[in-house]
């Protein structure tokens, strides 16, 4: 039995439900409110020690990390395949996926100025100090003190954006020997994009996902959401009227 521990509205999250949901694979949802800090509970802690969503709990043993809970979907429940065979295109798409991981940060300066931002900013300095007490890593208590106290400026989100728009650059190159990111399939390489692709399309850079400025991208993600997968996995707006 599996039990995802997800945001609907995570990017990671929106990973493992794609992989979920190429591969038909039934699981119990349980979803993490970020804005009451669930994930930094000592409960939730236990299951995933860097305090981030998503979770995967299968046959009563917690995995972190979307990229390696992707892998592990993969090896463990093989059908249909999304890795490629080969050793070299299988390293292509880890490096993938940590290039994109790496990414991050930039995404958290759109996505947080959101809800979480209304949310954070309302703590007094009391609670927000206890808050950090209770997130595991230097890098995310000092996006949460940013969101808290310091938004982020319209250079720094300038410079997040661009940062975005260069991946697009990178797999407009990738794609072009097949349409996909690594092999000749679609692959975990892929799904690792998608939530970013995402954001930069509905909010960040909605003009750079396009035929005129990386043609092959937008058809890349014309194809992805025509999957019945993608539907299934609930990838919806971001941005909601109760954000
Ligand atoms: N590399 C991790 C990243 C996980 C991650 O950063 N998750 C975000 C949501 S997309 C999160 O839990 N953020 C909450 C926080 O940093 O406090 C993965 O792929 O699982």
Redesign the pocket.
Known sequence: MMVLHH?WR????R?VRLCLEEKGLSYQSHVVD?AKME??SPDYLKINP?????TLMHDGRPL????T?CEYLDESFPDPPLRPDAPYERGEMRNWIRHI?GL?GNLIVFNWRHHLQKVAKQWSDEELAEKMKS?PSRE?QE??LRVARKPHTEEERGAARTRLVQLLDKMEEALAPSGWLVGKAYSIADIAAVPFVKRVEEEIAPDQVSEKTHPRVAAWWAIIQARPAFARANIGPFVTTDS
């Open positions: 945001g995570s990017s990671a999250s990973r970020m994930h930094h860097l305090g981030v969503i998503p972190h990390e979307s990229g809970i991981d991050i997130i995310r996006a949460w």
